[in-house]
């Protein structure tokens, strides 16, 4: 268990629909990365949030957007989905600044758009 | 961007030592070299991180060449249990602070009775 939770576990949305998901951080971790992952594929990076502002991103549209809280916990936020967002969605965290930056996963989240 | 290479898959039989091969030949200076295991449906766990020579840890090794440009990930006696993908990620820091980790697909290792 790396102490990185993330809801829902799984979930259903039709196309156009708008998702949200969560992340909740490894204590004291004051970063966190998504990222999508497809079927058969590696995980890729969607953006990294540090102190509550994006400070990477990777090649995704603006329909991805996220947050982070002061708690450092996190939000995804997916508009106008696509029935290619479909995938396993995962969060990161870890604390910056250090002299190795190890990032640790949550479970993921499973959506499927219909 | 650092884009890494490696087998798509490798079988072994319980018991050897596996020795899986990353090549990322556009690493930059600051990059540091990690190792994730990800079984169906879960997470990447993190295995073992380095930046040069040889980083061991209670369950496995990595090796970094002088030139950085590959890594090989060594797994001593597998069991069942360590049938999973396994990728390696190389963190980019471009100007600006930006930070752009890329994973490869990552080496789906099956280990045999």
């Known amino acids: 268990e790396t102490g990185v939770t993330q809801s829902p576990t799984h979930l259903i949305k039709t196309r156009g629909q708008q998702v949200t998901l969560r992340c909740s951080s490894q204590s004291g971790h004051n970063t966190v990365s998504w990222y999508q992952q497809a079927l058969g594929q590696g995980p890729q990076f969607i953006f990294q949030y540090y102190r509550e502002e994006e400070n990477g991103r990777g090649n995704f549209p603006p329909r991805f957007s996220g947050l982070q809280f002061p708690n450092y916990s996190s939000e995804l936020n997916v508009n106008a989905l696509e029935l290619d967002d479909s995938a396993l969605y995962l969060c990161?965290?870890?604390?910056?600044?250090?002299?190795?930056?190890?990032?640790?996963f949550g479970p993921g989240t499973r959506l499927l758009v219909l | 961007l650092a884009k890494t290479t490696q087998p798509i898959s490798m079988d072994s039989y319980e018991g050897q030592e596996v020795n899986i091969t990353c090549s990322h030949n556009n690493i930059a200076t600051n990059d540091y070299i990690t190792w994730y295991q990800q079984f169906p449906s879960q997470g990447p766990r993190f295995i073992i991180q380095?930046?040069?020579t040889k980083v061991t840890n209670e369950v496995a090794s990595l090796f970094i060449p002088a030139d950085r440009k590959s890594s090989t990930l060594s797994l001593p006696r597998v069991s069942l249990s360590d049938t999973a993908v396994y990728y390696c990620?190389?963190?980019?820091?471009?100007?600006?602070?930006?930070?752009?980790?890329?994973f490869g697909r990552g080496t789906s290792l099956i280990v045999h009775p």
């Open positions: 990620l190389v963190g980019d820091a471009i100007s600006g602070g930006s930070y752009i980790p890329t």
């Open positions: 380095g930046y040069k």
């Open positions: 990161a965290t870890k604390i910056s600044g250090g002299a190795e930056e190890t990032q640790y």
